[in-house]
């Protein structure tokens, strides 16, 4: 049940995405006056696809992977980590279309919610490594798992308009 409601949330982001982005495509671009805009703009990009790589889950539970926790302590300490990796580039939405700054809280939402999910179908006794083991199968048995994917796929094209 849990991965069916998982599954269609991340279904509806994806779709909510790609028509942002279709839409975005639509408007015409704005021109800068001095073109110093432009390396910010393609820098803010380069950020963005490397926190959603730092934030897709499978990235995100090797990083923060720690011996000895329990899975409560665990996927608090991976819900810590996606927010700190979040709040570290939220600056990057203002150089970016707001379809992509939306694709990346969408997958930060996302991937929050399923570790969520995930960890409340723990017994209470189990281990920071139960949790982190039940994530992978999750998002390697599942394509709505790597929405990653298709959210750095999205950043991609919308680097290259931009260049």
């Known amino acids: 049940m849990i991965s069916l409601i998982v599954a269609i949330f991340a279904f509806l982001i994806s779709i909510v ?14 021109v800068a006056n001095d ?6 703009q393609l820098q803010a990009y380069e950020r963005l696809v490397m926190l959603a790589e730092r934030i897709a889950i499978p990235n995100i539970v090797s990083r923060a992977n720690q011996p000895g926790m329990d899975a409560k ?10 927010k ?3 709040e570290y580039n939220i600056s990057q939405q203002i ?4 379809p992509a700054w939306d694709a990346i809280r969408n997958l930060k939402d996302q991937n929050m919610l399923i570790i ?3 960890g409340s179908t723990l ?11 039940r994530l992978l199968e999750y998002t390697m048995s599942n394509k709505k798992g790597k929405l990653h994917e298709i959210v750095m796929e999205a950043l991609n094209f919308e680097a290259k308009k931009a260049m």
């Open 17 to 30: 995405a790609l028509y942002l982005i279709s839409q975005e495509r639509k408007k015409p671009k704005p």
């Open 84 to 86: 700190q990796e979040y």
């Open 95 to 98: 150089y970016v279309s707001q």
């Open 35 to 40: 073109g110093t805009s432009r390396p910010l």
């Open 73 to 82: 302590q665990m996927q608090l300490l991976l819900l810590e980590s996606i």
């Open 123 to 133: 017994p209470p006794q189990a281990t920071g490594l139960d949790l982190n083991r």
């Open 116 to 118: 969520n999910q995930v």
